[in-house]
């Protein structure tokens, strides 16, 4: 199992302080997160950063992580949220996600009978700031997406790529995992490859089915040349557009409309949630479109909404004015 995993996950450096035995149980741990719950290899190698980590405070210690005490793991994580040596503190997000990470892989090593008692059963975090994302309004969103200008392929592609994004709410793996063959115009649909290889279909709106029929046209086919290429979005080059590629894209138009601060490709999905909700869409088909597996994680949208809201009790509750 362990060398099935390696195309997703490094060798783990000797120099990294785990000792083999933890070594071993991280690549074990890994594999099975990979293979039995399909998580993306990004997750996956958070998962082992985070757990490398662990295994340095470990071998550090003398502790194994077998044998290791609830008391183990809570002065792990205090260490992490007060900084150690020339390390900066951790924020309390990171150290959820830490702690996440910690009660994951115990809770596998119980279920494969290595330990008898949890030691992150009674673990407790720092509380979690609801930190609101940044959400474009729809003038500024107009903005964005007027700013790829001309009709040079890469202008058609960048005009589509953020046309999709907004109509449909898309992360940024899912943008540039979409391939030509996910694209129905004809029904006005799109699907998207989510977290955990879930699809899920989201409708299509008139501006980006325009967008995406102009790239076509006139873009993708000067772009990829003779080549064979499956993905949608491809690079000047003509292969699969990247990451770090759509990064710089959605960056470079957003500092040409005026908008730079923290934008990011995930801004145009929080402003979508919130237009749709703020626009009276219901929330199930909000979570739906979103791929959230848990309606909390999407009812984050209605907080960002309470503008809409004012206006609606302003103008219908017959004691909400004062004339």
């Known amino acids: 199992m362990a060398i099935a995993v390696k195309p997703a996950i490094p060798a783990t450096p000797a ?5 083999a035995r933890f070594s071993s149980l991280v690549l074990d741990f890994l594999a099975y997160l990979e293979f039995e719950r399909g998580l993306s290899r990004n997750t996956l190698n958070a998962y082992r950063t985070d757990l490398l ?16 005490r609830p008391a183990d ?22 150290i959820h996600r830490k702690a996440a990470c910690l009660r994951s892989f ?29 959400v474009l309004n729809y003038a500024e969103v107009q903005k964005l997406l007027a700013a790829p200008r001309g009709s040079e392929p890469t202008a058609l592609r ?33 699907r998207a490859r989510g977290k955990g290889s879930k699809e899920r279909l989201v409708p299509l709106g008139r501006q980006a089915i325009a967008a995406i029929s102009a790239y076509l046209r006139g873009g993708r086919s000067k772009l990829v040349g003779e080549r064979h290429e499956a993905k949608l979005f491809v690079n000047f080059r003509g ?55 848990d309606i909390s994680t999407t009812q984050m949208y209605t907080h960002l909404s309470g503008d809409r809201l004012k206006e609606v009790y302003f103008s219908a509750h017959p004691r909400a004015s004062t004339d």
């Open 15 to 19: 120099s990294a302080g785990a000792d």
């Open 158 to 190: 960048d005009r589509a790529l953020l046309e999709v994004m907004y109509a449909c709410g898309l992360r940024a793996s899912e943008t540039i995992g979409l391939e030509l063959g996910d694209i129905d115009m004809r029904e006005g649909f799109l």
């Open 239 to 293: 292969g699969p557009l990247t990451r770090q590629g759509l990064y710089k894209i959605v960056q470079k138009h957003a500092r040409d409309a005026g908008l730079s601060g923290q934008m990011s490709p995930h801004t145009l999905r929080h402003s979508f949630a919130t237009h749709l909700l703020a626009g009276g869409c219901d929330l199930r088909a909000v979570q739906e479109m979103l791929g959230h597996a």
């Open 73 to 94: 793991v809570a002065d792990f994580l205090a260490e992490l949220a007060t900084g150690e040596g020339e390390r900066p503190p951790c924020s309390a997000s990171t």
């Open 106 to 134: 115990y809770k596998h090593l119980r279920r494969d009978e290595l330990i008898g008692d949890d030691p992150t059963a009674s673990l407790s975090a720092p509380r979690r700031s609801k930190k609101l994302p940044q």
């Open 53 to 68: 980590q662990y295994g340095e405070y470990l071998s550090a210690h003398s502790l194994d992580p077998l044998t290791a």
